[in-house]
């Protein structure tokens, strides 16, 4: 990492090759064995070949926890994951006169494991197979929408096959955009308990004022154990369950990590845009994130406007305005990143030294370039629509009312139909979601801040250009602010939907009865409906389209790596993948360098007594009584709390475990730093970092801090 | 510095010796020869005892500047400053049309060399001699204000003596509290003229943003040249003067600072605190800071409303209200640095062991103790009026008419008097700065402002308990808001000081007109004059006393470190000093690691196009271009801009030059960074760091980006 003139010349827009990628890449299993030697050379001790099966050990240890990752870590069902993880599981453990949020938790034994939320599930992926010809079979010789129902309805046939085993939860994975599909099997353990948890001041020391930052020093863990049946199948929560038997589990090892060391994580990382086209890229910096940011800080005003006047409607909007905000927020970082990693030049050679191996290639070359040429139309001709198309996706996601008129005509429309002919989320097993949707709206709903933000939203629409308009919204809310305000006044003063017993009556209610409604918000939501609709079926026909196309564009990226010997990894589509690569510092900027493990001084140090630096007294008397014992740094001399690699993750990382080179836990993957806020659409070596919780922080709280000798007992680690 | 364990602890409030102070010190240049070992450890390559006489080379080549330092650097008297320092003169030399703060400035001959303001001074120390025992032997036996009167008119009566020789500025010095006294002699440079100044994006890249902060990237430098009369001596502007022949210069080195090099320092410190009472350092940080910054946060916030609702009068209190930040936050990062650094026990700790060293001495031991303990008794009994001192100080300080009236009635007063028994700067030699103030006042006065401020402090100063109350105070402006608000609407109505001529008519007026006008400001002052004498009354028994008896302390520390092998260094008084160590990285946090020497790299980073970080576009075109020729450092092959060093400094060594192990210019000083604020009280090795102008990049400068081809020859250095 000595980057000091290529970051300079790169900030002035001057086009240079990035350094190589030597560690970028979220791994399926089954690739490992051909990266044997990187792997090797990276400092990995086991056998490559042994992380290829993610139904086997060790991978079969990694667990889907919420929409995140934890692991098993003793024989008897213990799960390691984060506090930010398990957070809806202490929360509601929690109790005016005990709030386990605050105080922490420690079970004492077994029965003293407080049973999670009963939606709670901690998902063990026990089979991984390729569909692919199966779902292409069916999707062959067809284009746009029809190719993309066909894989819509090979996938949920497959899906609902695999589930007829009970205790199943099953799904059809896309990997390279289209070109493979996997059909995925997890058992879905459904009795979570909670075991043990720090409290908050320790889990999430820092809050929001850390979060992306480093240097960190949270003790972002919790301790979850997954119960089942007496016959050792899935169950509900039942006193008399057991402790599952976990196939596998991972040994937390009792020497740390340094700079340099190797380090490996697994996990399920949500979603990466690393092989899109070039055009994709320069969109998103150019238009999609300014754009974005741009009527987010509009909307984060209005709401803190009229938060000052109306504190009760503050209250209601505050997690919304939090969500606003930090959205606002990575949208800039991921940009400013972006910008500092010159993407869109970066991108652009990349895919045009690939177009020019395409075109010295043989085979079927010309007609994979023709298909992607046809793609990179489709990528065009939809930027037409974007500024349309950001307000439409934003008017659902920003209210609460409007959004259940719109659920609910959609529900009354999707109801009449066959189960598996039914739009995704609209299926009978999406329904107790929808329902938790209508109910929440109890608590964050208010007319009048609902409306200020439609007000800007379609005020916003009604300025946009003729060609991007809407008939069926023109004719609702007219073409001035005097028309729309009518309209809202009408409508939301006419409205019964503010009635949580009338929301919750709309999904028992006959389809004709809602579509019909005199009530004037669904009435609204039944005008606009085919708008919304056409938006969406244009977007499938697209989708199934690209479908179709992307895969050319992604296998002459795997040509082109292979010429270079190189490998290509599907971006992260929620599937459990492996990176690896090395603890390591960062140089965030010139003469400034982050050192990759921090230490309890640093607690000490940021601490303020006041929310999110009020650590603990205890943890303060035992950071000042400095007995460490087995879990000081040998050379620091000093208690760790969290430590840096350059391994390559994204959101649904959390919670991964970090294995060191003899698969050792050495690490809780739970954050990112800052500057890798752009890491989801580009790798740059010279700031992705992931942020962990070292496991030696772990060891000495339950050791000297929050004591938990059993815990310590059943992890197999040293006493103190 | 390997300080984890003891920053956590220190923080916790458990007291710690801290390491060593290894680079504490603001010598005198006297006492230079007896550390000629540390010196040599340090990697000083020359003779120690060269650098004991400030009249003799190379200390003579350090000069005063404004109110800070500058140096010598060709034999022409060609200066080398801080841009900093010299802005008054680029200002004063710039028009609409053509703006040197914003172009920057290159003389291309001598002739094109621009005059300075004519009261801009450059002073050459000529003579520095003890002359205590005259001083002591006329306040022998006295105390109170007679000791003080005592002293102060033998220093009048020397400097008045001294002056009699054409063209010297004198003064006496008063070190180590009053144990030894100094007559400075300097030679006064009164034609001063503005050579080359980096344009302000360069000369102040950050500005405010980046004031007291690292990694820093500023140009902070300037160009002067001394010019005198044909027969050499100081003269006033004439277009005949020719340059002053210096008696010495200094030599820019080829080759640039790295980590561990040994470096020094010659400057003009202002004032340090390090050898107060352990009660003082107490209540500074308990109570003095604490109370300053909630007082100047409430002003702060009251010109910052006026300034909305009345843009005209924000416009002329923006001086005024960036000061008022300043303040404010200088204040809160040196409680902060105090509280860190765990002042009070630290120095609690000192003084107890200095104590029980004395003790146990014979000798003087009780004489001296008790004499201690008579100026710990005037300490403690001056805290008893604290609230009101703070109130009665900032009255004059964050006025502009309020201060006239007091002023003028106090002019009035004094110049009655003989001029040598005036109070000091109300004799004949201050006229002209007075009359500066009084001419100011027309840019930065605005009635409502004022009065606004007055109802804030003088509201304060009403709600002081009966004890710190002044009758004069409550006459005037009753004791309740209603009367302050009356009084003010009387007087601010009524006056004519407003006026510019009526103001300067005030200084040729005479006594008895001004002391009955019947001007209701001029009054106002006059009813309260009396209260504001007797304080300072007060003050000056106090200070008589404290001169006559903080010796004794100085004595006691000074047989104290004596005991222990060490030197001790008076307390910093804007005299020449000299301080040594090394070129360090710093560790202000867990897990962060400035190092010593930013790269241009730097630049580019923070530069956003928009002020303060607008790098010219020659700059950015110059780094992108990378020739940096003989100016890159070797190792880190690009050019660097500012360098850190653990040396000693204070506000006043602005412009002092950075010297090598061989007495080469490396650097020039102009900031520290924000850690060591605190360091006027308490200088803490783990954070005191002194931020340097690299010399390479001066170099670079004239080299490459803004050419001066003639000046590089005159300063004998390669032409790139």
Chains 1, 2 share one sequence.
Not at 76 to 101: C, F, M, R, W
Not at 372 to 386: F, K, P, V
Not at 689 to 714: I, S
Request: glycine share 8%; hydrophobic share 40%.
């Amino acid at each position: 990492m000595t980057s000091r003139t290529p970051l300079s010349l790169l900030a002035l827009g001057i086009a240079l090759a990035l350094p190589a990628h030597a560690y970028e890449g979220m791994w399926m299993p089954s690739q490992l064995p051909e990266l044997a030697k990187p792997l090797r050379e990276a400092g990995f001790e086991g056998d490559p070949a042994s992380l290829a099966d993610l139904t086997r050990p060790p991978l079969n240890a990694v667990v889907k926890v919420g929409g995140a990752t934890g692991a098993f870590v003793s024989p008897d069902g213990l799960v390691l994951t984060n506090h930010h993880v398990a957070y809806g599981v202490i929360q509601y453990n929690s109790k005016p006169e005990k709030n386990l949020i605050d105080e922490g938790y420690t079970a004492a034994d077994r029965a003293s494991e407080l049973p999670a939320n009963p939606d709670y599930r901690v998902l063990v992926t026990v089979g991984f197979d390729r569909v692919t010809d199966q779902v292409l079979q069916a999707a062959q010789g067809k284009t746009g929408r029809a190719y993309y129902d066909a894989v819509e309805a090979t996938n949920k046939r497959i899906v609902s096959e695999c589930e007829q085993e009970a205790g199943m939860r099953c799904s059809v994975a896309t990997m390279y955009y289209g070109a493979d599909f996997y059909r995925i099997k997890q058992l879905e353990l459904r009795d979570i308990r909670l075991v043990y948890a720090p409290p908050r001041a320790i889990g999430n020391y820092g809050d929001e004022i850390d979060n992306f930052m480093w240097p960190r020093h949270t003790g972002d863990f919790t301790l979850l154990r997954a119960y089942v049946g007496k016959d050792g199948k899935p169950a509900a929560y039942s006193p008399d369950n057991v402790p599952y038997r976990a196939p596998a589990h991972l040994q937390i090892a009792t020497d740390g990590p340094k700079e340099g060391d190797f380090a490996m994580l697994a996990g399920y990382p949500g979603v990466t845009y690393r092989h899109r086209f070039a055009s994709e890229f320069k969109e998103r910096i150019e238009w999609g994130l300014p754009a974005s940011v741009e009527v987010l800080n509009d909307l984060i005003d209005i709401v803190q406007q009229r938060g000052k006047t109306d504190p009760a409607a503050g209250v209601k909007y505050a997690s919304q305005l939090s969500s606003l905000k930090n959205s606002s927020k990575r949208f800039s970082g991921e940009l400013e990143g972006l910008r500092r990693s010159n993407a869109i030049q970066v991108r652009a050679d990349a895919q045009q030294a690939m177009y020019a191996w395409l075109a010295k290639s043989g085979g079927d070359a010309k007609a994979t370039r023709a298909n992607i040429d046809q793609a990179q139309a489709l990528l065009d001709g939809a930027s037409a629509m974007r500024e349309r198309d950001l307000l439409l996706n934003l008017l659902p996601l920003q209210t609460q009312l409007f959004k259940t008129a719109l659920t609910a005509q959609r529900w009354a429309q999707e109801r009449g139909k066959p189960d598996a002919q039914r739009e995704s989320g609209y299926q009978d097993r999406d329904l107790a979601l929808i329902e938790g949707q209508f109910k929440q709206v109890q608590r964050r709903y208010d007319a009048g801040m609902e409306r200020a933000l439609l007000t800007e939203l379609l005020g916003r629409y009604q300025k946009l250009p003729d060609a991007q308009r809407l008939p069926e919204f023109d004719a609702a809310f007219g073409r001035d602010a005097a028309s729309l305000a009518a309209t809202l006044e009408r409508v939301y003063s006419g409205t019964r939907l503010g009635d949580e017993a009338t929301r919750l009556a709309l999904l028992k209610a006959d389809p004709a009865t809602i579509q019909q409604s005199d009530d004037p918000l669904l009435a609204l939501a039944a005008q606009l409906q085919p708008a919304f609709l056409r938006k969406e079926e244009q977007g499938k026909q697209r989708e199934g389209d690209l479908l179709r196309l992307r895969p050319a564009y992604m296998q002459a990226l795997m040509g082109y790596y292979r010429s270079q010997g190189r490998s290509i990894f599907p971006d992260a589509n929620s599937t459990l993948r492996v990176s690896y690569g090395t603890v390591e510092a960062l140089h965030p900027r010139d003469s400034v360098t982050y050192s990759p493990v921090t230490t309890v001084a640093g607690i000490v140090e940021k601490n303020t007594g006041v929310v999110p630096f009020d650590a603990p007294k205890p943890l303060l008397a035992a950071i000042a009584k400095g007995d460490f014992g087995s879990t000081a740094d040998p050379v620091l001399k000093t208690q760790t709390v969290n430590f840096l690699t350059n391994l390559d993750t994204t959101g649904g990382n959390s919670g991964s475990p970090v294995l060191n080179a003899r698969g050792e836990l050495i690490g809780l993957n739970f954050d990112s730093n800052w500057e890798s806020v752009s890491a989801s659409w580009m790798f740059d070596p010279r700031y992705k970092r992931a942020v962990h919780v070292d496991m030696r922080y772990l060891r000495w709280l339950l050791a000297k801090v929050q004591p938990a000798p059993q815990l310590l007992k059943e992890l197999n680690l040293p006493a103190e």
